[in-house]
């Protein structure tokens, strides 16, 4: 993943702002529904899909993420998966 640039600006308040760019929010968004489902994304055998989705909803725009992470067990040695 690119180094996510952050620019800070202060005057009375502190605002933070960056751009996360297209590859690096569908990796940022599947790490974080690995990490609920206990599954580490940089082991062998698992990779995963993000589909950002933007639509119109009945008053403004509405935005979802589709994630879908596959575990390939036939290319792992062990699965960094953790018990529930």
Do not use: P
């Amino acid at each position: 993943m690119s180094e996510i640039k952050v620019r800070t600006q202060s005057a009375n308040t502190t605002t933070h702002y960056a751009v996360i760019r297209n590859g690096d929010l569908e990796r940022l968004i599947a790490e974080q529904v690995a990490n609920a489902a206990g599954i580490s994304l940089n082991v062998d055998g698992v990779s995963f899909k993000c589909y950002v989705r933007t639509s119109m909803g009945s008053i403004d725009f509405e935005s979802k993420a589709e994630v879908t992470i596959t575990i390939d067990h036939l290319k792992q040695d062990g699965i960094a998966e953790v018990e529930s």
